[in-house]
């Protein structure tokens, strides 16, 4: 059965992203930085969250310019009272979070994590 155009453009509406909010980590490269651009693109203001303002600030410029909402804040995920002050922020940016990219590489020593044997 075909879509009708009314249907087709309503389903178009179901794919935009228009007044959601992405909160992104990892945002200063890479993947992260690339699901920051494709959200504007399809509509939602973004919250970038890195460790490297300067790279973020960048972002944030690139997004502006070209027509959406970017806002920006370096933080080291790693340390686990930095997402606490990540949410605040967010919260501030924009009101609210409905999308989370949680992008953001923290490498943990697996040593540590492995079940101690004598000798090792």
Known sequence: MALTSS???NNQDLNSLTDKV?????????????Q???????????VLVGRREDRLKELAEEIRNSGG???????????????????????SFFGRVDILCNTALI????QMMLPQKAGI
């Open 22 to 34: 992405a909160l992104i980590t990892g945002a200063t490269s890479g993947i992260g930085a690339q």
């Open 107 to 110: 490498s943990v020593n697996m």
């Open 36 to 46: 920051a651009r494709a959200l504007s693109n399809a509509g939602a203001s973004v």
């Open 7 to 9: 249907q087709m453009r």
């Open 69 to 91: 909402e970017a806002d920006y804040l370096a933080a080291d995920l790693s340390d686990e009272g930095q997402w606490d002050i990540v949410v605040k922020a967010s919260l």
